[in-house]
C-alpha cells in the first residue's frame, strides 16, 4: 500500500484523503435524516388520516394541550439549535472553549426541552388522557378522541426518544473536544451532531402547530 | 473522481449575524403561527400554521444545516424524503377519504365509538353494543 | 361472452363471469404470446450463437432506437388496454343493482352466517334464487375474512367494525363453494360455506320451510341436521376426538370443570346457556371462541341439539 | 499467479473474522448466516408441501402449520431474500467492482451483520418461546389478537429493517464516493446500478415498516387503536401502511438480481451490454414505481374504488421497465459467444421463470381478474415464480459466478448442471401447478382443502421433493469446493469487470495496487480479457 506518510490519525484506510472521508460522512448522514424523515412520516400519515375523518375531534381534544408550554419548548428548542450552530462555527475558528460552552449550553436547553415535556405528560396521564384502551378521560366531545392522545404520545414520544439520543450524542462530542480531538481541520463528528439535532428541532417546528395550534 | 472539495471548500464558515439573526427570525415566526392560531380562519388556519412551519423548517435546513451552501446532492436527498412522504400520504387519503364512492354505507364504521367507551358515562354511549347485528 | 372455464379456470356461474373471464383470457393469450418470443429467441440465440473457440472481439452494437422504442411503446399500449378492460369489468362487478335482494353475511371464526330479508336466518349455506342480482352486506364480529365464490369470480373481505358489499347474480341453478379467503386462524381452510342457487320457486318453498320446525322426524333426527347446518361440527366432533371446542361424544351428564376452575354438571340448562351465551362458562382447556347463537337458533331447534348430543352417549 | 496472502487466510483465528472490518469476511458472514436461513425456510416449505400430499391431516394440525407458513415467509423474506443479494453478494463484489479498498463504513458494515444475527436469533427465540402463526404480513386485528410471541418476532423484523438500512446507505455512499479513477457514473457495472437503485428503496421503505411494527407493539400491548377496529382504528390503514414498505421490499429482492443477470448474460455471452443506460435507468424507473403501487395488495380489501382503480394503473408502468430489461438482456445475446456454463444456465432459468412471474403479474394488475384471483394459490404461485425463479435463481447464479473469486477454488460443473436443472424442473412442478390451482379458487394459508384439489396439491409436493435433491446436491458439491477443488484463475470466465483483476482470492487490501479503470466493464468490442 502507498499510503503517503503524512496521513492523519483520524483518515481511514479506505479514504484516499480528507475531503472524501468527510463527503462520505456526510452524504451518509444525510441519507440517516432522510430514514429519520420517513420514519416521523408514517406517524404522519396516521395524523393526517384520523384529522381528516375526525377533525372535531381534533379541534376539541387540542385544547387540553398546554400552548404556553408548547411555545416555551419550541422557544427553547430553537435556541438549541443556535447554539449547536454556534459550538460548530467556533470550532471552524479553533476556539475550542466557545465550542464546550455552547455544547453544554445545548445540552442545558435540551434539558428543559424534557422537564417541560415530563410536566405536560405528567398532568395528561394524571387527567386519565393516556393513549388508547388507558385513557379515561371524559371531558372531550367528539368520536374518539383516545387516538388523538394515541397519535400524540406516539409522535412526542419518538420525538423526545431523539431528543434523549441527540443529548447523549452531545456529552459525547463535549468528551471529545475537551480531550481535544477536534480541530478545525477535522470536526466531522461534531457537525454529524450539529445535522441530527437541527433535525429534530425541525420536527417539533412540525409538531408544535399540528398538536398545540389546531386553529 | 469525487475526492475533490466543492467549490466553497468544506469549511464554510457562515457569518455569526447569519445564525442570530435567522434564530430571531425563527423565533418571530413562532410568535406569528401561536397569534394566528387564535384567529378563527375556518380551514385556512391548518394551510397557514403550515405554509409557516415550512418556512421554519427551510431556514433550519438552509442556513443550520448549510443545505443552502453545501453541494445540492444533500438537497435532492433530503427532498427525497418529502417526496416520497407525500406519496405516501396522498395515495393513502386517496383511499381513506373515498371509501363511499360507490357505496355510501362502507364508508362509515357501524360502531363509531371504541370498546373503551361502552361501559362509560359520556356524550355518545348509547350506541349498539352487539355490533354484528343489524 | 360466453367464455367461461378453461385450463385454468373453474365454469363461471354468475353473470358476471362471463365478463372476467374474457379479461383472463386477453391477458393470458398475450402473456403467451410474449412469454413463447423470450423462450424462443433465448433458446434460438443459444443454438445459434453457442461458443465454439475462444472468442475474440465481438459486436459492439449496444443499441437500436426503433427496436428500442417498439419495445417500449407496444408493451405501454397494451398496459393501457389491460386497464381499461380490467377496470370497465371492476366497475360492473362493483356497482351494485337497484333492485338486488339484500342479504347480511356475518363471518365469524369460523363460519358464515345469512339473515334474509323474509327474517329467516341460514348458517354456512347461503340460498338464494337464481337469475336474481343478490347484494350481500358483508361484516364480521372478531377478525378479517374475506368472502370468496370462485365460480362466481367474487371476492370480498370482510371488515370487523365496517360493512363491505358485493354482488353476483348466480345464472344456473346448482351449488357452489364458498370460501374464506383471507387467513383468520386455526379454522381458516375449514371455514367453508355453500351458495345453492335454486329457482324462484323452490327458494320461495326453502323459505318457507326454513321458518317451520319440522315435527314428523324425531328430535335427535333433527338435532343431528342441525349438527351440520349450524356449523357446530367446525369446531366439535362426536367422536371423542379433540377439536377446538369439546366433544359431543359421552358429554351428556358428565361433570365438567371450568376454566375458572369451578365444576358444573352437563345437563339441559348448561347446554342452553353454552349455546345462547358461549363465554359465560367456558370449559378448561379452550379457548373462548365460540360465537353467540342468540337470535340465530330457536328454541325447539335447541332442544334438538340437546336430544342429539344425549343420543351420543355410549350405552353402557 | 498466486499470491501467498488473501482474506481467507489473513489474518487468523476466530477473533480476527467476529472483529473483522474487511467487507469480503463480512460478506461471508453473511453468506453463513443467509445460507442457514434459506435451508430452514427451506425445511420449513417442505413441511409444509408434505402436510398439503392430501386434504387429510399428514404430519402437524391447523395451528402448527399457519405456524409453519408464517415461519417460512418470515425466515425467506427477512432473513434470506432481502439480506441475501445485497448483504452477502454485494458486500463480497461490489467495493472490487468499483475498484475500492473498502466500503466506506466498514465498522458500520460489521454493526449490520451484528444487527442481522441478533434479529435472526430473537426471530429464533419467538419460535421457540409460542411462535407466531399470524402470517408474515402481521395484519391486524389479527395480530393483536392471537395468542403466540407477536411481540418478539415483530421486534425481530424491526431489528433486521435496521440491517437492511445501514447496509443501504452503506453502500449508496460507497458508490457516490469511492469510485476508482476513471469509473464515471457509465462506467459502472449494472450490478452496481441494481444495488443503488435497491438501496434507495431501502433507505426510503424500510423506516415505514419500522414505524408501523412499533404501532403494531403499541396496538398489542397499550391498545392505542390506530389499527384495531374495536378501538376505533382502521385494519386496512394497518395494510397501506405495512404493503408502502413490503411492496416496494419485493423490489429490494428482484432489483439486485436484475443486476446478477446483467453481469451473467454479459460475460457468458462475451458480448457489450445491449442498452447499457436503459437497464440503469430502468432499475430506477422500477425503484421509484415501486412506491406507487403498494394499494394492489388491497383490492379486495375494502379500499376506495377510486384507490383501487389509482393503484391498478400505476401498477400496469412497472411491466414497461421490466420488459425493457428482458429485452435488451435477449439482445445481448444476438450474435454473442455464448458459453452455457452453470451460471448461464441459472441465468437462463432466471429468463424463463421471471418472464412467466413477470408476465402473471399482468392478471393481478387488471382489477376485474384479481378480484378472483387475490389471497389465492394462483398469488402464491405468482410471487414463488418472481422471489425463486427471479431472485434465486439470479442468487444462485451469481453464487456460481463469485464463488472462485471468494473462495479461489473451482467447484464441480457437471454437478452444477445437474443441480440446476433438478431445481428448474422441480421448482416448475411445485408452482405452475398452483396457478391452475389458484385459478380453480384455491384460497392461500389452507391447511386443508376441498377434494377437487387434490391431484394438482399432489403434483406440487411431489415438484418440492425434486427441488429439495437439486440443493441437497448443490449444498454438497459446494463445500466440497472449498477444500478439494481445483484452484481457479484470477478470471475464470473471461469477465472484463474490475473484481476478475485480482486474485482470486482477493488480498486482504482487494488489491495490489491502486486501481484506475482502463477499460468499461462491456468492453468486449475493444478489449480481450485474458482468461485464467
Keep these: 500500500m502507498d499510503h503517503s506518510e503524512n496521513r492523519p490519525a483520524y483518515l481511514a484506510h479506505h479514504f484516499s484523503n480528507i475531503a472524501q472521508q468527510a463527503d462520505a460522512a456526510k452524504l451518509g448522514m444525510w441519507v440517516f435524516l432522510l430514514t429519520e424523515v420517513l420514519l416521523f412520516g408514517g406517524l404522519f400519515v396516521a395524523y393526517s388520516v384520523f384529522r381528516a375523518w375526525n377533525p372535531e375531534m381534533f379541534y376539541n381534544a387540542h385544547k387540553y394541550l398546554n400552548v404556553t408550554l408548547g411555545s416555551i419548548n419550541t422557544v427553547v428548542l430553537i435556541t438549541s439549535s443556535v447554539t449547536m450552530a454556534l459550538s460548530i462555527r467556533s470550532m471552524q475558528l479553533g476556539k475550542r472553549q466557545q465550542t464546550l460552552a455552547f455544547l453544554w449550553s445545548t445540552l442545558l436547553l435540551a434539558c428543559v426541552f424534557l422537564v417541560i415535556k415530563y410536566f405536560e405528560y405528567s398532568h395528561k396521564i394524571h387527567l386519565g388522557q393516556l393513549p388508547g384502551k388507558y385513557y379515561t378521560f371524559t371531558g372531550v366531545q367528539g368520536t374518539n378522541p383516545h387516538i388523538f392522545f394515541s397519535i400524540y404520545f406516539a409522535m412526542t ?55 398545540y395550534l389546531i386553529g | 473522481m469525487s475526492t475533490g472539495t466543492d467549490k466553497t471548500g468544506g469549511h464554510h464558515v457562515t457569518p455569526l449575524n447569519v445564525y442570530l439573526g435567522i434564530g430571531f427570525g425563527l423565533l418571530i415566526l413562532t410568535a406569528i403561527t401561536i397569534t394566528v392560531s387564535f384567529i378563527n380562519l375556518g380551514g385556512w388556519n391548518v394551510v397557514v400554521a403550515l405554509v409557516i412551519a415550512s418556512i421554519k423548517g427551510s431556514l433550519v435546513a438552509l442556513f443550520f444545516m448549510h443545505l443552502f451552501y453545501d453541494k445540492k446532492i444533500y438537497s435532492i436527498v433530503f427532498s427525497m424524503g418529502l417526496v416520497f412522504l407525500s406519496i405516501f400520504m396522498a395515495l393513502t387519503l386517496f383511499d381513506t377519504l373515498r371509501r363511499g364512492d360507490i357505496d355510501m354505507i362502507k364508508a362509515e364504521p357501524f360502531k363509531k365509538e371504541a370498546a373503551i367507551y361502552d361501559n362509560r ?14 | 361472452m360466453d367464455t367461461t372455464g378453461s385450463l385454468f379456470l373453474p365454469p363461471g356461474s354468475s353473470t358476471i363471469a362471463g365478463d372476467v373471464d374474457a379479461v383472463f383470457n386477453l391477458v393470458l393469450y398475450v402473456g403467451i404470446f410474449f412469454f413463447v418470443l423470450v423462450v424462443f429467441l433465448a433458446a434460438f440465440f443459444v443454438i445459434r450463437y453457442r461458443r465454439k473457440a475462444e472468442p475474440g472481439l465481438t459486436s459492439g452494437k449496444d443499441h437500436n432506437l426503433k427496436l428500442e422504442l417498439l419495445w417500449t411503446i407496444i408493451p405501454s399500449i397494451i398496459v393501457v388496454i389491460f386497464f381499461v378492460v380490467g377496470f370497465r369489468t371492476y366497475l360492473k362487478m362493483s356497482i351494485i343493482p337497484k333492485d338486488a335482494v339484500e342479504i347480511k ?153 371450568l376454566s375458572s376452575g369451578d365444576k358444573v354438571a352437563v345437563d339441559e340448562n348448561y347446554i342452553r346457556e353454552s349455546i345462547l351465551d358461549p363465554r359465560a362458562k367456558v370449559a378448561m382447556g379452550f379457548q373462548p371462541v365460540m360465537p353467540t347463537y342468540q337470535g340465530r337458533i330457536k328454541d325447539r331447534e335447541i332442544d334438538a341439539l340437546i336430544a342429539y348430543i344425549k343420543s351420543l352417549n355410549e350405552r353402557e | 499467479m498466486t499470491v501467498s496472502n488473501n482474506y481467507l487466510q489473513e489474518p487468523k483465528g476466530l477473533k480476527s473474522w467476529l472483529f473483522t472490518l474487511d467487507h469480503k469476511r463480512i460478506a461471508i458472514l453473511y453468506l453463513v448466516g443467509i445460507s442457514l436461513s434459506f435451508i430452514l425456510g427451506g425445511i420449513l416449505a417442505l413441511l409444509i408441501r408434505w402436510e398439503l400430499i392430501s386434504p387429510a391431516q399428514n404430519i402437524v394440525g391447523a395451528e402448527t402449520y399457519n405456524r409453519l407458513f408464517t415461519l417460512h415467509g418470515a425466515v425467506m423474506i427477512f432473513l434470506f431474500i432481502i439480506p441475501g443479494i445485497p448483504a452477502a453478494m454485494g458486500n463480497f463484489v ?22 442481522y444475527m441478533f434479529g435472526m436469533i430473537l426471530a429464533l427465540v419467538s419460535i421457540v418461546t409460542g411462535s407466531v402463526d399470524t402470517g408474515w404480513t402481521f395484519y391486524t386485528p389479527y395480530s393483536t389478537q392471537t395468542s403466540g410471541a407477536v411481540v418478539a418476532m415483530t421486534t425481530a423484523v424491526f431489528i433486521l429493517g435496521f440491517s437492511s438500512i445501514f447496509t443501504g446507505l452503506n453502500f449508496l455512499v460507497t458508490i457516490h464516493k469511492l469510485r476508482a479513477p476513471g469509473m464515471t457514473w457509465f462506467k459502472m457495472p449494472l450490478f452496481i446500478w441494481a444495488i443503488y437503485a435497491t438501496a434507495i428503496i431501502q433507505i426510503l421503505a424500510t423506516p415505514v415498516l419500522a414505524i408501523t411494527l412499533v404501532l403494531l407493539i403499541l396496538e398489542r400491548t397499550l ?230 384439489y387434490t391431484r394438482l396439491h399432489g403434483f406440487s409436493s411431489i415438484g418440492s421433493i425434486i427441488m429439495a435433491v437439486g440443493f441437497v446436491i448443490m449444498i454438497i458439491y459446494l463445500l466440497h469446493s472449498i477444500f478439494k477443488g481445483r484452484k481457479a484463475g484470477t478470471n475464470p470466465w473471461g469477465s472484463l469487470t474490475m473484481e476478475w483483476e485480482t486474485s482470486s482470492p482477493p488480498p486482504p487490501q482487494n488489491f495490489e495496487k491502486d486501481m484506475v479503470l482502463t477499460h468499461g466493464p462491456y468492453d468486449y468490442d475493444k478489449a480481450v480479457p485474458n482468461k485464467n
Design chain 4, 94 to 115: 461490489l467495493p472490487l467492482m468499483l475498484g475500492a479498498k473498502d466500503v466506506a463504513f466498514p465498522r458500520l458494515n460489521l454493526t449490520s451483520w451484528y444487527i
Design chain 1, 157 to 211: 414520544g419518538l420525538h423526545g426518544v431523539h431528543v434523549l439520543a441527540g443529548m447523549f450524542v452531545i456529552i459525547w462530542m463535549i468528551i471529545k473536544t475537551s480531550r481535544n480531538m477536534f480541530s478545525p481541520e477535522y470536526y466531522t463528528p461534531l457537525e454529524m451532531t450539529g445535522l441530527y439535532w437541527h433535525l429534530v428541532d425541525l420536527i417539533w417546528i412540525y409538531l408544535f402547530p399540528l398538536f
Design chain 4, 223 to 452: 391498545g392505542i387503536g390506530i389499527f384495531d377496529p374495536a378501538m376505533g382504528g382502521d385494519p386496512v390503514l394497518f395494510q397501506h401502511f405495512f404493503w408502502f414498505y413490503s411492496h416496494p421490499a419485493v423490489y429490494i429482492m428482484i432489483l439486485p438480481a436484475m443486476g446478477v443477470i446483467s453481469e451473467l448474460i454479459a460475460t457468458f455471452s462475451h458480448k457489450r451490454i445491449f442498452g447499457y443506460r436503459a437497464i440503469a435507468f430502468s432499475s430506477f424507473g422500477i425503484a421509484f414505481i415501486s412506491f406507487l403501487v403498494w394499494g394492489h395488495h388491497m383490492f379486495t380489501s375494502g379500499q376506495s374504488e377510486l384507490a383501487s382503480m389509482i393503484f391498478s394503473f400505476l401498477t400496469f408502468l412497472v411491466a414497461i421497465p421490466s420488459g425493457i430489461k428482458v429485452f435488451n438482456w435477449l439482445a445481448t445475446m444476438y450474435k454473442g459467444s455464448i458459453s452455457l456454463e452453470a451460471p448461464m444456465l441459472w441465468a437462463l432459468g432466471f429468463l424463463f421463470l421471471f418472464s412467466i412471474g413477470g408476465l402473471t403479474g399482468m392478471f393481478l394488475s387488471t382489477l376485474a381478474t384479481d378480484i378472483h384471483l387475490h389471497d389465492t394459490y394462483f398469488v402464491v404461485a405468482h410471487f414463488h415464480y418472481v422471489m425463486f425463479g427471479g431472485t434465486v435463481m439470479a442468487f444462485f447464479g451469481g453464487l456460481h459466478y463469485w464463488w472462485p473469486k471468494m473462495w479461489g477454488r473451482m467447484y464441480n460443473e457437471f454437478w452444477a448442471k445437474i443441480a440446476v436443472l433438478l431445481v428448474f424442473v422441480g421448482f416448475n412442478a411445485t408452482f405452475f401447478s398452483q396457478f391452475i390451482l389458484g385459478a380453480k379458487g384455491m384460497p392461500r394459508r389452507y391447511w386443508t382443502y376441498l377434494p377437487q
Design chain 2, 121 to 134: 358515562p359520556g356524550p355518545d354511549s348509547t350506541s349498539e353494543h352487539n355490533s354484528g347485528r343489524h
Design chain 3, 105 to 257: 353475511v356475518t363471518a365469524q371464526r369460523w363460519m358464515w352466517a345469512f339473515d334474509y330479508p323474509e327474517g329467516v336466518n341460514s348458517i354456512n349455506e347461503l340460498v338464494v334464487p337464481v337469475r336474481t342480482p343478490i347484494k350481500v352486506l358483508l361484516s364480521s364480529t372478531d377478525v378479517i375474512h374475506s368472502f370468496y365464490v370462485p365460480d362466481f369470480r367474487v371476492k370480498m373481505d370482510v371488515l370487523p367494525n365496517r360493512y363491505t358489499t358485493a354482488w353476483f347474480e348466480a345464472n344456473r341453478i346448482g351449488e357452489f363453494d364458498l370460501e374464506c379467503a383471507e387467513y383468520c386462524g386455526k379454522g381458516h381452510s375449514q371455514m367453508l360455506g355453500k351458495v345453492k342457487a335454486m329457482s324462484a320457486d323452490d327458494y320461495a318453498a326453502w323459505l318457507d320451510k326454513a321458518s317451520a320446525f319440522d315435527e314428523t322426524v324425531p328430535l335427535e333426527i333433527h338435532g343431528e341436521k342441525l349438527f351440520k347446518s349450524k356449523a357446530c361440527y367446525t369446531c366439535h366432533t362426536i367422536d371423542g376426538m379433540g377439536s377446538v371446542g369439546p366433544t359431543f361424544k359421552n358429554l351428556f351428564g358428565r361433570e365438567a370443570t
